[in-house]
Nanobody, 122 residues
Framework: QVQLQESGPGLVKPSQTLSLTCTVS??????????WSWIRQPPGKGREWMGAIAYDSTYYADSVKGRFTVSRDNAKNTVYLQMNSLKPEDTGIYYCATDYLGRVVAGTPDYWGHGTQVTVSS
C-alpha cells in the first residue's frame, strides 16, 4: 500500500518561504498514474486542494497559483511543496495525498499522509 509522510518546518513569518517534503513508500512516483498532490486544512475550515504533479505536468488551484510550486525528485521518490510569500491565512495542516486527478481535486483521494502543521505568524 502506498504510504506518504509530510515533513518540514512548522513555523514561519509572513512573507517568507517554506518548503515541505512528502516521502513516499509502497509505490513509485515515477510509475504510478496517480497525481501527487498537496491539500491543506485551515483551522475550523474544510480541506482545500492546492496543487499536484503527474507525468510532466503540474496543476494548481487559483488560490495558490504563482505562489506555491509542486515538484518532485524521482530518484528520492519524494514530492515537494514550496510556498512563497506566506500569509497568516496559509496557516493550517498540510497533507500530501495521491489518487487519480478527479478524486484528488475533489478532496477525496485514497492515500494520505498524516499531515504536518504550518503556522504563519509574526
Amino acid at each position: 500500500q502506498v504510504q506518504l509522510q509530510e515533513s518540514g518546518p512548522g513555523l514561519v513569518k509572513p512573507s517568507q518561504t517554506l518548503s515541505l517534503t512528502c516521502t513516499v513508500s509502497g509505490g513509485s512516483i515515477t510509475t504510478s498514474h496517480f497525481y501527487w498532490s498537496w491539500i491543506r486544512q485551515p483551522p475550523g475550515k474544510g480541506r482545500e486542494w492546492m496543487g499536484a504533479i503527474a507525468y510532466d505536468s503540474t496543476y494548481y488551484a487559483d488560490s495558490v497559483k504563482g505562489r506555491f510550486t509542486v515538484s518532485r525528485d524521482n530518484a528520492k521518490n519524494t514530492v515537494y511543496l514550496q510556498m512563497n510569500s506566506l500569509k497568516p491565512e496559509d496557516t493550517g495542516i498540510y497533507y500530501c495525498a495521491t489518487d487519480y486527478l478527479g478524486r484528488v481535486v475533489a478532496g477525496t483521494p485514497d492515500y494520505w499522509g498524516h499531515g504536518t502543521q504550518v503556522t504563519v505568524s509574526s
